[in-house]
């Protein structure tokens, strides 16, 4: 689970940062991809969510997105999950089109997993969706989630992204 946090991080950094190169004005540069990853890791950390759908293409993040639009406690749980996020830039190939960098966060995986697990043992599907309207049930469920996740432990990945002619989408690995 740790590599597959790191892997969206990593996704949505290489997507930004190509995408936002591929103007056939704009010269792909260190310096473009540099300025472009900081702008998608600062709508992370603010969970600006106008310029994380101008960045970021993730169905998890979109469902959370179009929460917080209409409540105040997502918007809180996006700015939570992302408020230790760190990067850095270690390697840019322009020549071969790769991307490596180092991604901590804290780890969510477990915290997200017993939270999840919490919900499903008090409430049934359709009593979870039904509360997703309440601001009272939100208050309190998602300030517990949002503790959780100020105490669980940071986590460091390094990623190697490669953008290739052929795919849509970068392919992402680990680096060795």
């Known amino acids: 689970m740790k590599k597959g946090i790191a892997l969206f991080l990593s996704i949505v950094l290489i997507i930004c940062c190509f995408s936002a190169c591929a103007k056939t004005s704009a010269e792909m540069t260190q310096?473009?991809?540099?300025?472009?990853?900081?702008?998608?890791?600062?709508?992370?950390k603010e969970?600006?969510?106008?310029d994380l759908e101008t960045y970021v293409s993730s169905s998890t993040l979109s469902v959370i997105m179009s929460y917080a639009k209409q409540h105040e406690q997502f918007a809180e749980l996006g700015r939570a999950m992302f408020a230790n996020l760190?990067?850095?830039?270690?390697?840019?190939?322009?020549?071969n089109k790769t991307v490596t960098l180092s991604v901590s966060n804290k780890d969510l995986a477990q915290v997200a997993g017993d939270f999840a697990s919490d919900l499903m043992g008090k409430y049934s599907t359709?009593?979870?969706?039904?509360?997703?309207?309440s601001d009272t049930w939100l208050d309190s469920?998602?300030?517990i989630l949002t503790e959780d996740i100020g105490a669980?432990?940071?986590?460091?990945?390094f990623s190697r992204l490669t953008r290739t002619p052929?795919?849509?989408f970068p392919a992402a690995r680990s680096a060795p």
Do not use: G, M, Q
């Not at 969970?47 to 106008?50: A, C, D, P, S, Y």
């Open 31 to 44: 310096e473009n991809i540099t300025a472009t990853a900081d702008t998608v890791f600062t709508a992370l």
């Open 152 to 157: 669980a432990p940071t986590t460091t990945l």
């Open 47 to 50: 969970f600006n969510t106008e």
């Open 126 to 133: 359709f009593n979870l969706l039904s509360n997703l309207s």
């Open 141 to 143: 469920n998602l300030s």
């Open 86 to 95: 760190t990067y850095e830039i270690t390697a840019i190939d322009t020549a």
């Open 166 to 168: 052929k795919t849509a």
